[in-house]
């Protein structure tokens, strides 16, 4: 089973400032890796699939990097939407499989 | 519009049987597989398991494996998750989300359509 773990857990940044969010594999997963927003009381939110690529409608401020293990979520110029928690997520085909990393709750400083 | 409708909260006392429902419409309900996570008070997400309507073909995450089933009324476009003998730890809320793909030549996927979430408690 794949282990993904993210850091840091908590992260303070002021509006407009830059974040960045990392997430590690315990093994390669090529760039079988998406992103997910969490708010207070809300299910979920697809923002990048394929480690890099943005989901129609999410802001160019989110962006992707990463391959193999390594893998980045930037966030530029944070607005105070974006303060919420954020999951990486494996995936596999053959059979379909998933896991989640534990997430970083991004706070406003 | 798409979207899955999840059944409403439940409260119910440990060692008793549950079963929580999703319904999609707005697509076809058929050709996507659909997965529950859990997520336990104040904690991360969770992936339990997965089918597919059409063959109710489903994979299970190996730490839910032997608590719950997974199944599908693909002439209902509802999938269910079902507990047979419920425990305090069961506690959460629990979401259906649809696996999309994405490309054409390798494929990715994600879940890009979520339930609204069921809230499950077991307590005596």
């Known amino acids: 089973e794949i282990v993904m773990t993210q850091s840091p857990a908590i992260l303070s940044v002021s509006p407009g400032e830059r974040a960045t969010l990392s997430c590690r594999a315990s093994q390669t997963i090529s760039s079988n890796l998406a992103w997910y927003q969490q708010r207070p009381g809300q299910a979920p939110r697809l923002l990048i699939y394929g480690a890099s690529t943005r989901v129609t409608g999410i802001p160019v401020r989110f962006s992707g990097s990463g391959s193999g293990t390594e893998f980045t979520l930037t966030i530029s110029s944070l607005q105070s939407e974006d303060f919420a928690i954020y999951y990486c997520?494996?995936?596999?085909?053959?059979?379909?499989?998933?896991?989640f990393g534990g997430g970083t709750k991004l706070e406003i400083k | 519009d798409v979207q899955l409708v999840q059944s409403g909260a439940e409260v119910k006392k440990p060692g008793e049987s549950l079963k929580i429902s999703c319904q999609g419409s707005?697509?076809?309900?058929?050709?996507?597989?659909i997965a529950w996570v859990r997520q336990m008070p104040g904690k991360g997400l969770e992936w339990m398991g997965i089918i597919y309507p059409d063959d109710s073909d489903a994979t299970y995450s190996p730490s839910f494996q032997n608590h719950v089933s997974i199944s599908v009324d693909k002439s209902a476009k509802t999938t269910y998750l079902q507990w047979n003998n419920l425990r305090a730890s069961d506690t959460a809320m629990y979401f259906c989300?649809?696996?999309?793909?994405f490309g054409s030549g390798t494929r990715h996927f994600g879940m890009d359509v979520w339930g609204q979430g069921t809230t499950v408690i077991v307590s005596s």
């Open positions: 997520q494996q995936y596999s085909n053959r059979p379909p499989a998933f896991s």
């Open positions: 989300a649809r696996r999309n793909y």
């Open positions: 707005g697509y076809n309900f058929r050709t996507y597989w």
